[in-house]
């Protein structure tokens, strides 16, 4: 259940690998910010027509193809920035002119929404999370439900993911709803208190 009325919040199950692309925003003022769209480009912008909104930015929790190969030309497409982590593996850094690099803290606001940026370092060097209304957070492969994203390809770190998951993730209220980067779990969507319960990666070492 959302907290804040005003806020709009789509959750899309799109492309090959059971992504997770999000229409996140104001439903008072109809802007949205697209989170990590990679597939199924033409399906996003027929929803966004048909429900009339006002795309003001793409957001990517990290530069893997699979969150972020939508990211240029829909950018294009809807004349809007695109948001990544300076720390982003260079390899995986789009590179279109949209790009706006941001650091830990970073706050965008989309209507009278805020989304407050976290670096959460370990699946790649810059993966970071979105924080909403201090409520919602959106956090790509950093962590999933009952599970937690790969630390062995290029960039990754071991030792930075499970600071990132016991030390920055674990550290938020317990009442976080958790929204992963993609629909490997048993549910969708989860607390922040229950999958310390369920998830193994965030249980104390």
Same mark, same amino acid.
């Given at each position: 259940m959302l907290k804040n009325k005003n806020l709009f919040l789509k959750q899309l199950e799109v492309g090959e690998m059971d992504n997770f692309t999000y229409f /996140?925003?104001?439903n008072n003022t109809s802007e949205i910010v697209l989170v990590d769209p990679a597939w199924d480009q033409e399906k996003l912008k027929k929803e966004i027509k048909k429900q009339s909104l006002i795309v003001k930015a793409i957001l990517l929790t990290h530069g893997h193809?699979?969150?972020?190969?939508? !990211?240029?030309? /829909? !950018?294009?497409?809807? @004349?809007?920035?695109t948001?990544?982590? @300076?720390n982003e593996f260079s390899f995986y850094k789009p590179k279109g002119e949209s790009i706006v690099e941001v650091d830990d803290g970073y706050t965008l606001n989309v209507g009278a929404i805020q989304i407050k940026f976290i670096?959460? %370092?370990?699946?790649? %060097?810059?993966?970071?999370?979105f924080l909403v209304e201090n409520s919602l957070l959106f956090t790509g492969?950093? /962590?999933?439900i009952d599970g937690c994203g790969r630390h062995d390809l290029p960039g990754g770190s071991a030792t930075d993911l499970v600071h990132s998951l016991h030390h920055i993730?674990?550290? /938020?209220?317990?009442?976080t709803l958790i929204y992963p980067g993609h629909n490997y779990g048993s549910k969708k969507v989860d607390t922040l208190k229950n999958q310390k319960n369920t998830n193994h990666h965030l249980q104390p070492r």
């Open positions: /996140l925003g104001d193809f699979d969150h972020a190969m939508g !990211a240029d030309s /829909l !950018a294009l497409y809807f @004349k809007v920035p948001y990544v982590s @300076k670096s959460t %370092p370990g699946h790649t %060097p810059g993966s970071m999370c492969d950093t /962590l999933f993730i674990g550290n /938020l209220s317990d009442d």
